[in-house]
């Protein structure tokens, strides 16, 4: 299931976008012959700065049988009407402020350098744009491929996480060839409507809340008495749940195994805590280290593996911990690197479960039935394997259908939705449920979604419930 990449850069046109001009003049050159001087090839040589301003009038003057210097004056006289579409221009402004720096703003525009040099103090008073993409200095123009490309390097941003906007249909079929989500300008209004859907979109608003405190390193997860726990499994949770979000990108350094804690352990005694299966697994799906060793770690994880199939879910044989739904993740691990086989028993347990319904008051560490549910499916979607697919799919879809219209909290929703969808499930009411817990800055409240085995207490993450909650809308 793909996930929806978020808007990262509007591109605007300046001409005809942002700037209105007149190509009436009191030369005897009519309106449409300027227009068809804008078309010509020497204009668009001019344009990508290949020849001399004198040289495009000269050649100008030749195929339309006007003198230079009047093609100059009527020039001069279009450039002197030029008029910003303060509207739009008004717009923009107002789109900048609501992204609060998560977006870049960029124009792109069949410009010389010339005649850029007569908008740019307009331009620089606005105080809308990151970046400016002219031909006149990029030495190629819209519709080419190679203009488009160039703007997406400079950025470093893929074709999907960008808007543009231009009045020429043309631009907007190449800009959309490569994947760039492109939009016509025919009046004012209908792309300030566009502008102000995205913007208000729960799922762009989603991503910018993820972005804003991802890069102030304020994902951390939260204890329902309100203490703060740096956790490993959060981050990664966050990057498996949208591969493409580049906010948050945990690093293997020197580890070999993972700890859930994330630097000094929080409401634990003594402070020292075992490294554990369920991070570790995790962290080898969603950032696979060298090849020997991932192998070397499962291998290391079948010596922690009890007879019923449930894993131990520490490295540690002094905390004999299990959890169903760390069995499940781990064996989901396994799966991913072709050795789920090697954990046959295990598979029968997570389907025992699913038939008895006992994840319905939670596991150990996962108090949930949809969050139990999704890492489950989790595990359906991380294998095609004939066994994996017969003895969970049916069984799996009915209890997913039977969590419709519950109540829950913001991550609940949001892992049921993103299992309805799964399995082609209605749940409008879920969808309407949790548009509605969506916050002011764009997030979605912590939930809790796992909690200590020792004492109950019950941890959330906004981090990874906006997370779930972007990809279930994504889904719909």
Not at 35 to 64: P, V
Not at 82 to 96: E, G, K, T, W
Not at 327 to 341: E, K, P, Q
Request: hydrophobic fraction near 40%; glycine fraction near 6%; proline fraction near 4%.
């Amino acid at each position: 299931m793909d996930t929806r990449m978020p808007v990262k850069l509007f591109v605007f046109d300046l001409g005809d976008v942002l700037f209105h001009w007149s190509a009436t003049t009191t030369t005897s050159i009519p309106a449409k012959t300027l227009h068809a001087i804008l078309k010509s090839d020497f204009w668009l040589e001019f344009d990508c700065g290949r020849i001399t301003q004198q040289q495009c009038y000269e050649q100008a003057g030749r195929q339309f049988s006007y003198s230079s210097g009047e093609i100059q004056e009527a020039f001069a006289q279009a450039r002197a009407s030029l008029q910003p579409n303060i509207d739009m221009v008004a717009s923009i402004q107002a789109l900048r402020r609501a992204c609060r720096g998560t977006v870049q703003i960029c124009a792109m525009s069949n410009v010389s350098k010339e005649d850029y040099l007569f908008m740019e103090p307009t331009i620089h008073k606005w105080d809308v744009f990151d970046r400016i993409f002219t031909s006149g200095h990029a030495g190629m123009r819209k519709p080419d491929s190679s203009f488009y490309r160039h703007v997406l390097r400079e950025t470093k941003l893929q074709p999907q996480e960008v808007v543009f906007i231009d009045d020429k249909l043309e631009n907007v079929l190449a800009a959309q060839s490569l994947g760039i989500r492109a939009f016509v300008f025919s009046e004012t209004e209908m792309v300030i409507d566009i502008l102000r859907r995205i913007r208000d979109d729960p799922v762009e608003r989603g991503y910018r809340f993820l972005s804003a405190n991802a890069s102030a390193d304020n994902l951390h997860s939260i204890t329902d008495s309100g203490v703060v726990v740096p956790d490993n499994f959060a981050k990664l949770l966050i990057q498996d749940t949208i591969p493409s979000c580049r906010y948050i990108v945990p690093q293997w350094d020197k580890k070999r195994t993972w700890n859930f804690f994330d630097g000094t352990p929080v409401l634990v005694p003594g402070k020292v805590f075992p490294d554990d299966l369920d991070t570790t697994s995790l962290a080898l799906t969603v950032i696979p280290p060298a090849e020997d060793l991932a192998h070397s770690l499962l291998d290391e994880m079948l010596l922690y593996v009890h007879e019923d199939g449930r894993l131990q879910t520490y490295f540690d044989w002094d905390r004999p911990r299990v959890d169903e739904i760390v069995s499940a993740n781990v064996l989901t691990c396994f799966y991913r690197y072709g050795r789920g086989r090697q954990l046959a028993q295990t598979l029968e347990m997570i389907r025992d479960v699913l038939v008895d319904r006992s994840y319905e008051s939670g596991t150990r560490y996962y108090p949930h039935a949809d969050c139990c549910l999704y890492f489950i499916a989790r595990l359906l979607n991380s294998s095609n394997e004939p066994e994996v697919r017969g003895k969970l799919e049916r069984v799996l879809r009915e209890r997913v259908a039977e969590r419709v219209g519950r109540e829950g909290g913001a991550i609940e929703l949001a892992m049921r939705i993103i299992n309805c969808c799964e399995f082609g499930i209605s749940c409008r009411g879920d969808v309407s449920a949790l548009l509605q817990l969506q916050e002011e800055d764009g997030g979605w409240p912590a939930s809790w979604m796992y909690r200590y085995g020792s004492t109950g207490v019950q941890l959330g993450n906004r981090g990874v419930t906006t997370a779930m909650a972007i990809k279930a809308l994504s889904s719909l």
